[in-house]
């Protein structure tokens, strides 16, 4: 199996920036994506940002211009670089990622979540 932990998460004033990491780990033989959703509370999990294994990347509209992913060469850590951020950036986010990975009878497709991270902006 594959797991994911994140870390960097916490309080920041409105305008501050915080740096978000996720790393991945266990029998991987390929991660085609990773990415970090969002969740506030009695609201559905959001897309924030997605990075493919080619390097292709996708934002979603309210943090377009404020945030950055990357990955590193082996696609096994991904950050997210949040700046500017408001109030309503408030939520648990949480890391994917999703490929292949070797289990005991073969290669077989994954998709896992991490345990959460809270990013709390205040006014």
């Known amino acids: 199996q594959v797991q994911l932990v994140e870390s960097g998460g916490g309080l920041v004033q409105a305008g501050g920036s915080l740096r978000l990491s996720c790393a991945a780990s266990?029998?991987?033989?390929?991660?085609?994506?990773m990415g970090w959703y969002r969740q506030a509370p009695r609201k559905q999990r959001d897309l924030v940002a997605l990075?493919?294994?080619?390097?292709?990347?996708n934002y979603a509209d309210s943090v377009k211009g404020r945030f950055t992913i990357s990955g590193d060469n082996l696609m096994n850590t991904v950050y997210l670089q949040m700046n500017s951020l408001k109030p309503e950036d408030t939520a648990v986010y949480y890391c994917?990622?999703?490929?292949?990975?070797?289990?005991?009878?073969?290669?077989?497709?994954?998709?896992?979540w991490g345990q959460g991270t809270q990013v709390t902006v205040s006014l």
């Open positions: 994917n990622c999703r490929g292949l990975y070797r289990g005991t009878y073969g290669s077989s497709d994954f998709s896992s």
């Open positions: 266990g029998s991987i033989v390929r991660v085609s994506a």
């Open positions: 990075i493919t294994s080619s390097g292709g990347t």
